[in-house]
């Protein structure tokens, strides 16, 4: 990533004369408005595992056709230095402002470097286009959405030929092809037209659409769960104004779930998301309208996935007529203990069976999946690496894959696609709040039993938006002083620092100041730190990947609940000391 002299940056591109009339309008206005220039083009929008997110506008610090084009480039080259031009990438895209038309340019951009595109015709989630790259035996993918970012936001995603987001590896191979491209203006697009004519632009249609949700289908329809049992669960479903709608409702609707009411207000794809301040499905704000029609109708559960579909959250009413909005680490745990039990029960269950949790993950679901014999590995945060882990186990066959998740309401159940699948999980929920309805229980009962099994659990998660160049330098002070001074916490003696940045785990006697010994971590290097204390509490520290955001992930663990939430509050109280150090 490149920094740039903002205003000289600014003054090229304003002088181009060919810009779009959105893009030279925004330009023009800029004049007189130093700060808003000096964060447009004070450096290039990064482009990391994550490919691009940005917020969208005109600049080298803004999601735009020229970043895209730029991008593009670098992966075209890429793929050819691979030999992929004949495989091709497929291409899709979310509801968001441009995200269209981002999709035909990647799509355009790729035919001029002599790359098939198959671009969707249509809105498609981003589990479909992980599953796309898969089925059309292409050599990549590129998904343009920002996932539940706010409205003024757009992204890049890039997928490797397995249907996996791209490592590091990948995304500097393709970095150094992207910072050869000096003169932004100039990427080759090819005319759509003659793309079309060529066979280098393809377009997706429903038949790909059909094909995944049947595997859907195929893949995790249990029989354990009874016709009966499905058209007595009352759901209400929330897209978000997202891409969700239809793959979730069809899901649900052939597979015998026939009380499923959509919140209309939310229910068309949207990039505004005029209903919602972010279309975030871990906010209790973005469930506001489907908690009040679940209330209306008395519903049993409601679900509401964000605008690319790769998150759900899940609420649940009680006994007592209350919703509850499970955690996903709670969503994570059950569904880990009823997959698995399902597939126990079924005679399914591999002996040499492992599911995948991110290292900012609780450890509730790990105990859950050790009980049924299962290995439990971490990652780091970041659907990618879940997906890197399936494909390594799936070609040394050392292990098979049941369950992947990340507490930021991400889930995988089945592996035919390598990303977090909100499809996937809507009708495997479904599916659990049916076989426990049928027994008498809702998902808070099936909660506290698990509670009582392997002890109680709660997380928190506090974070702070440092936007812009002072923002970044707030961020690295803090990690940099925390790396350096530690954490203390009341009542807890820290057992153990990783700093992954590193690769060191610091391990001390309970209440000791120095650590007794120094261990090597062998998970890939990232700018995070996370301390465990006595007892299984745990604080972890990084900066968002993703957005302006510094993030301190807490966990508790205790015999009881009171205890959990006390040992919770006092994670509360150095997580705001850490804060302050801003």
Known sequence: ??????????????????????????????????????????RELAFGTGGLRGILGAGTNRMNIYTVRRATWGLAQHILARGGADRGVAVGYDCRRYSAEFALEVGLVLAAAGIKAYVFEHLCPTPELSFAVRHLQAAGGVMITASHNPPEYNGYKVYDETGCQILESDASAIMQQIDRVEDWFSVPVMDRAKAEAAGLLQWIGRAVDDAYVQTVLDTLTLPTVSKEARAALHVVYSPLHGTGNVPVQSVLARSGFTQVAVVSSQEQPDGAFPTVKSPNPEERSAFKEALALAESQAADIALATDPDVDRVGVAVRGKDGQYTLLTGNQVGGLLVNFWLSQKEQLGTLPGNGIVF????????????????????????????????????????????????????????????????????????????????????KTLLDVLGELFEEVGYFAEALISETLPGVDGMEKMARIMDTVRKHGV????????????????????????????????????????????????????????????????IYLGARADTEPACTEVLNHLRSAADAILKLA
């Open 488 to 551: 203390s916490v009341d009542g807890l003696s820290l057992v153990a620092k990783e700093d992954y940045k590193t690769s060191e785990r610091f391990v001390y006697e309970p209440g000791g100041n120095a650590p007794k010994q120094v261990e090597r971590l062998t998970l890939p290097k990232s700018d995070v730190l996370k301390f465990t204390f006595a007892g299984g509490a745990w604080l972890a520290i990084r900066p968002s990947g993703t957005e302006p955001k510094i993030k």
């Open 357 to 440: 949790k991110t290292i900012v993950t609780s450890e509730f679901g790990a105990e859950i999946a050790r009980r049924f014999g299962a290995t439990v590995e971490d990652t780091l945060t970041g659907f990618k690496y879940i997906g890197d882990r399936i494909a390594h186990y799936q070609q040394d066959g050392s292990h098979a894959f049941l369950f992947g998740y990340e507490e930021s309401y991400g889930y995988l159940a089945a592996d035919f696609v390598r990303d977090k699948d909100a499809v996937q999980i809507c009708f495997l929920v479904c599916q659990m709040a049916a076989f426990y309805k049928a027994q008498g």
């Open 1 to 42: 990533m490149q920094t740039y002299n903002a205003q000289k940056k600014y003054m090229e591109w304003l002088t181009y004369p060919e810009h779009p009339e959105d893009i030279a309008s925004e330009l023009a206005a800029l004049q007189g408005h130093p700060e808003d220039l000096e964060d447009r083009f004070y």
